[in-house]
């Protein structure tokens, strides 16, 4: 059957098995948005399938979560509500220094978070006051994974984004202390090789209310943040784009420093 067929009869299976064929050949594709219809509910039923297939697989779990932040206009124009996620499953979240091999010079990027790991079980109904008491926190760097291109730079809809699994790589964690060690407002700081790239600053509280939604959202789709689940709350500082083989270090106030090696 032609693929413009295919999309006409079954959009979603069309657009998973695209996906997973891209994983499993490390395969870059044209966005989706370029070709289908997607809105954040098709798209999250993207991501579903897509995750699901990928469990089923192998032995694997998920054992974390990313936010992607929305702006003001962003949830006013899609009615949407404060972020998306995506998921991490297991060997994608690394409780140390991460290590990795520079195939694709200028499409990997580094990202500083604040990330979060549930110490103790999370009430029915969490406030972000219950997240702080009940949670770890740690400094995290992720490095973010498209299966499209082009990516960042250039611009990919929500739906896209949420339909690659909100385009969540890999998370390397820093040392975790309790959520109530954080300053209510912490400094940033991301170094490369050395030299100080960016400065900015973290709102404990902001991030936690954030995991207080996910908590809520996750009920949606069968799931729930059992203890030691770990989620990423979204990049504190600009994205940087690794352009060479480096070392990368990123510290929040409070909670010392996290790195990364690309080579």
């Known amino acids: 059957m032609p693929a413009s067929e295919d999309r006409m009869t079954d959009p979603i299976e069309a657009m998973v098995a695209e996906l997973l064929r891209a994983r499993a050949g490390s395969q870059r594709i044209e966005k989706l948005s370029d070709r289908y219809t997607l809105d954040i509910d098709l798209a999250e039923r993207v991501r579903t399938a897509v995750l699901d297939a990928r469990l089923r697989s192998g032995d694997r779990t998920v054992v974390g979560y990313k936010l992607t932040v929305l702006t003001e206009e962003q949830r006013e124009r899609l009615g949407a509500a ?15 220094h991460a290590e990795v091999v520079l195939r694709d010079v200028g499409r990997v990027l580094v990202e500083v978070e604040l990330a979060f790991i549930v110490r103790d079980p999370l009430p029915a109904e ?11 926190v740690a400094a995290a760097i992720e490095i973010p994974a498209s299966r499209f291109d082009p990516w960042y730079p250039k611009v990919l809809t929500l739906g896209d984004v949420v339909a690659d699994n909100g385009v969540a790589g890999h998370l390397a964690l820093g040392p975790r202390y309790p ?27 902001t991030a936690a209310g954030l995991v207080a939604w996910l908590a809520e959202r996750v009920k949606r789709d069968g799931r729930s943040l059992e203890p030691e689940t770990v989620v990423s709350t979204g990049f504190l500082l600009p994205p940087v784009i690794v352009a060479n083989a480096a070392t990368f270090r990123a510290s929040i106030e409070g909670l010392g420093d996290v790195t990364a090696t690309f080579r």
Not at 82 to 96: K, L, M, R, T, W
Not at 188 to 204: F, H, I, N, P, T
């Open 82 to 96: 404060e972020a998306v996620y995506g998921c991490f499953i297991d060997g994608e979240v690394s409780n140390a």
């Open 126 to 136: 969490p406030t972000a006051e219950d997240v702080i008491e009940r949670c770890d």
């Open 179 to 205: 959520a109530t060690r954080v300053p209510a407002t912490a400094s940033v700081e991301l170094w490369k090789d050395g030299e100080r790239l960016a400065v900015g600053g973290a709102s404990s509280l």
